[in-house]
Nanobody, 123 residues
Framework: QWQLVESGGGLVQPGGSLRLSCAAFGFTLDSYAIGWFRQAPGKEREGVSCISSSGGITNYIDSVAGRFTISRDNAKNTVYLQMNSLKPEDTAVYYC????????????????WGEGILVSVSS
């Protein structure tokens, strides 16, 4: 049974850091591009960052570029999202999702999703 399990969320003060993990079970991640998404209260879900299957291509939305870093460890079947300089507007449920692509990464037509994890940024 396929599973994507997010961890590492929680409550953090503005300016703080968190590292989210997305671990895959039942399949191997190395053939998939991975995307991190978030959905804030009352807003639509948005793609935040993605990484190609090899890790050689990454993408970030403007609002997190320079603060967030996506990475993957295929040996551990896990993808990470390091989030620094967190802001209250980063508060959301964060999801990881996989997509089989020939190259690069994308934020649409994802093949499988995790359940999500809450990140709250507040003083």
């Amino acid at each position: 049974q396929w599973q994507l399990v997010e961890s590492g969320g929680g409550l953090v003060q503005p300016g703080g850091s968190l590292r989210l993990s997305c671990a895959a079970f039942g399949f191997t991640l190395d053939s998939y591009a991975i995307g991190w998404f978030r959905q804030a209260p009352g807003k639509e879900r948005e793609g935040v960052s993605c990484i190609s299957s090899s890790g050689g291509i990454t993408n970030y939305i403007d609002s997190v570029a320079g603060r967030f870093t996506i990475s993957r460890d295929n040996a551990k079947n896990t993808v990470y999202l390091q989030m620094n300089s967190l802001k209250p507007e980063d508060t959301a449920v964060y999801y990881c999702a996989v997509k089989r692509v020939l190259s690069g990464c994308a934020y649409y037509d994802m093949n499988f999703w995790g359940e999500g994890i809450l990140v709250s940024v507040s003083s």
